[in-house]
């Protein structure tokens, strides 16, 4: 691959990332309506623009961590998948699996105290503390995958760490004057977790693209 080939073909998995994006935002848009309008939830005026967000980006999550682990069943495809010359070894797959879980556990966990609020919030207390196990068990197979990481995957976490926290500085901080001035609606801790967890999944995609995974 040239100089002159790899720019471009960086930027055409952007455009698809883009696409994919625009896509999921569809289809999570049109599965909460679905759900609000038929399966007798209640009404969507007590849903925050936060919660569409929430459930867009939980459904990337689950859906890319679900394409994960389904290519990890097969070595080639695998290797395909991450450019690789071979078969991907048993220790690369088994990684790339847990990869997979701990996507599927962030969309779950994105998704779980809006799910917990439509329906009710029957037993907020226990669903906290379902909440607490599972980001429990999400964060050691986190701290799993940067043990196991080699260089390059290293290097995608911390760069995409410090493009989203930077941009997202930014952002709280205008954000912030426009609503100390009065020009601009409060957020809740809420909103600010899912801005977060978008802006992350975008730059951690992004970067990651850039640096040749796919």
């Not at 939830?41 to 623009?49: E, K």
């Not at 290519?71 to 990869?99: C, F, I, K, W, Y």
């Not at 964060?139 to 930077?166: K, P, Q, Y």
């Not at 709280?172 to 100390?180: S, T």
Request: net charge positive; charged share 15%.
């Amino acid at each position: 691959m040239t100089a002159l080939q790899k720019p471009a073909d960086t930027r055409l998995k952007l455009l698809k990332l883009a696409g994919l994006a625009v896509a999921g935002g569809l289809f999570g848009y049109g599965s909460a309506w679905l759900v609000i309008e038929y399966v007798g939830l209640p009404s969507p005026d007590g849903v925050r623009w936060s919660d569409a967000v929430a459930m867009i980006v939980a459904l990337m999550l689950a859906a890319g961590g679900l394409s994960v682990l389904a290519a990890s069943r097969n070595g080639r495809a695998l290797a395909a998948a991450t450019s690789a010359d071979g078969p991907a070894a048993p220790a690369e797959v088994r990684d790339m699996r847990l990869q997979g879980a701990v996507l599927v556990l962030s969309g779950l966990l994105l998704a779980a105290p809006m799910a917990a609020v439509l329906a009710g919030n029957p037993a907020p207390v226990l669903t906290l503390a379902a909440i607490a196990v599972v980001f429990a068990l999400h964060t050691a197979m986190n701290l799993s995958l940067w043990r196991r990481g080699d260089e390059m995957i290293r290097r995608v976490i911390l760069e995409s760490g410090a493009l989203a926290f930077w941009i997202g500085q930014a952002a709280v901080f205008g954000w912030a004057v426009a609503e100390r001035l009065g020009v601009a609606p409060t957020l809740t801790a809420w909103d600010i977790l899912v801005v977060v967890m978008g802006l992350y999944l975008v730059c951690s995609a992004t970067v990651g693209l850039r640096r040749g995974l796919s």
